[in-house]
Nanobody, 122 residues
Framework: VQLQASGGGLVQTGGSLRLSCAASGITFSSLAMGWFRQAPGKERELIVGIGWNGRHTYYEDAVKGRFTISRDNAQNTVWLQMNILKPEDTAIYYC????????????????WGQGTQVTVSS
């Protein structure tokens, strides 16, 4: 069972990045997927989530209108498109999966990717 996150990097304020999370060894289509982020000295928090069939999504207020989550169950992949990035978006971003429905806390998720660093310079 593996979630492989990629796509992080260094970007200037106002720029964009697209994170990917590819799953293997699991029934991806039965999982709700979330993207969490953890900034230095802060707790890991859920910022976006998508239900198993893509019909339900969640966006934390700070990223609404700037970030978009999407998935393709045929490709076993979930993406996070991040636009209008701000320095406060700087964090390690993790993808995570759990059965069926989105849940708010890290403890609710079973599968985790390794994290990808996003740094937004001012």
């Amino acid at each position: 069972v593996q979630l492989q996150a990629s796509g992080g990097g260094l970007v200037q304020t106002g720029g964009s990045l697209r994170l990917s999370c590819a799953a293997s060894g699991i029934t991806f289509s039965s999982l709700a997927m979330g993207w969490f982020r953890q900034a230095p000295g802060k707790e890991r928090e859920l910022i976006v989530g998508i239900g198993w069939n893509g019909r339900h999504t969640y966006y934390e207020d700070a990223v609404k209108g700037r970030f978009t989550i999407s998935r393709d169950n045929a490709q076993n992949t979930v993406w996070l498109q991040m636009n209008i990035l701000k320095p406060e978006d700087t964090a390690i971003y993790y993808c995570a999966g759990r059965p069926l429905s989105i849940a708010p806390t890290p403890e609710d998720y079973i599968y985790w990717g390794q994290g990808t660093q996003v740094t937004v310079s001012s």
